[in-house]
């Protein structure tokens, strides 16, 4: 037997915990590779990270770099002076990186530059707006990676147009769909709704926390008047992310939110209770990237509170809505759902649970 392709797979924020899950799994059965998890530390409470790791099966990171939270600059560079002596300890053949967020990019410069080949899963996806902190992270991370995993076709369009040549992409699908599809079932089983006495279909979730959308005092508060007048017609669950916590204090909004009686603020949920709980929404309000394609998949209306999105599939096939900031489109699109107005959805090419089946069949196959 040759020797054992070595890898380290690299997370640190919430969204990157549901990618890793299947592709490490479907490694590690693989007698081939030796895999090492190393969490950045970009995200620390217990419910934006241990939670998942719980949940989903994941081995405990062998290594956490434990950065914490800062400015970007300060997050970056934190995170790639802790992890270069990691690649230097271990000296991988790959390391795989996952999304968009700084802990994707500041691995990826570091493993680079020297000269370890990268794989980026969730390659090629664009909103197509340089003001987002994560656009900056894809363009560069793909610009410098050596594979780049696909999810949707127009990724790799994406990628031809920025002169990436064609032997470094794998069109493989959506690797959170085989997390979605292999939890499902025991999500759907805890009927999370019944903790807020609701039925399937009576109440609406929503998510918040882009930067443009939570940062910007006048926004924010735009957004919360539509969802106080949403939520007159049925109840709203809100887990409230931290930095959105944060921004509603500063902002001095908590006291538009307590006048709406129909919103109910809780704590981040775990994968489990949030696929439960969005599995049987009437429709869910996000910002959120993963959210917009994890709905498509449910065939849950999704009305997306931006004014671009990197996962346009979900619009042209699925269940996605685009409406904007503006109150009143919010409004107008919401009373269209609650009404029953709806397109034709679809799922889309190789959102089949078999993506991190397909990423394994190329990392074994670069020799
Ligand atoms: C990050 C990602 C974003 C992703 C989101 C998912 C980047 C640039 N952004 O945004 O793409 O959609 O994660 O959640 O990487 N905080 C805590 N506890 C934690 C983590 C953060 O309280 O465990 C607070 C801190 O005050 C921190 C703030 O949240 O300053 C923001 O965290 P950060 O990781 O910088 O960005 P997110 O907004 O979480």
Excluded at 91 to 107: F, I, K
Excluded at 191 to 220: C, G, I, K, M
Excluded at 296 to 305: D, E, G, K, V
């Amino acid at each position: 037997m040759g020797k054992k392709i070595k890898i380290i797979h690299v997370v640190g924020a919430r969204p990157n915990f549901m990618k890793v899950a299947p592709l490490i799994k479907e490694l590690s059965q693989d007698s081939q590779t030796n895999n090492l998890l190393v969490h950045t530390g970009q995200h620390y409470d217990q419910k934006m990270s241990a939670v998942f790791f719980e949940e989903l099966a994941l081995p405990e990171p062998d290594i956490n770099l434990e950065v914490g939270s800062g400015s970007h600059a300060e997050q970056t560079a934190q995170i790639m002076l802790h992890f270069e002596p990691v690649l230097l300890e271990y000296r991988p053949d790959w390391v795989v990186v996952y999304g968009d967020v700084n802990s994707t990019l500041a691995c990826t410069l570091v493993a680079s530059k020297l000269q370890v080949q990268v794989a980026h899963v969730e390659a090629g996806v664009r909103s197509f707006d340089r003001s987002m902190p994560e656009e900056i992270n894809r363009i560069l991370t793909d610009a410098i990676s050596d594979l780049l995993f696909t999810p949707a076709r127009e990724a790799n369009y994406n990628l031809q147009r920025e002169g990436i040549i064609e032997e470094k992409i794998h069109f493989v699908g959506n690797i959170m769909v085989d997390t979605l599809l292999t939890s499902i079932e025991k999500a759907g089983n805890r009927q999370a709704w019944q903790r807020w006495n609701l039925a399937p279909q009576s109440y609406a979730v929503l998510t918040l926390h882009r930067v443009s959308n939570v940062d910007e005092t006048n926004t924010f508060r735009d957004l919360l008047s539509a969802i106080e007048d949403i939520s007159k017609w049925l109840p709203v669950i809100f887990p409230i992310h931290p930095r959105t916590a944060k921004r509603l204090a500063e902002f001095g909004l908590s006291e538009l939110l307590q006048r709406s009686s129909g919103l109910v603020l809780v704590e981040p949920l775990g994968y489990m209770d949030f696929l439960s709980l969005i599995s049987q929404a009437k429709f869910v309000l996000t910002d959120s990237g993963s959210l917009q394609a994890e709905t498509t998949m449910l065939s849950i209306p999704c009305l997306t509170m931006r004014t671009n999105t990197e996962w346009n599939v979900t619009v042209d096939q699925g269940s996605n809505y685009m409406v904007g900031t503006n109150k009143q489109e919010i409004i107008h699109q919401a009373r269209a759902i609650m009404d029953g107005a709806g397109k034709h959805w679809s799922i889309p090419e190789l959102w089949d649970g078999k993506t991190a089946q397909r990423i394994t069949q190329v990392l074994l196959n670069q020799g």
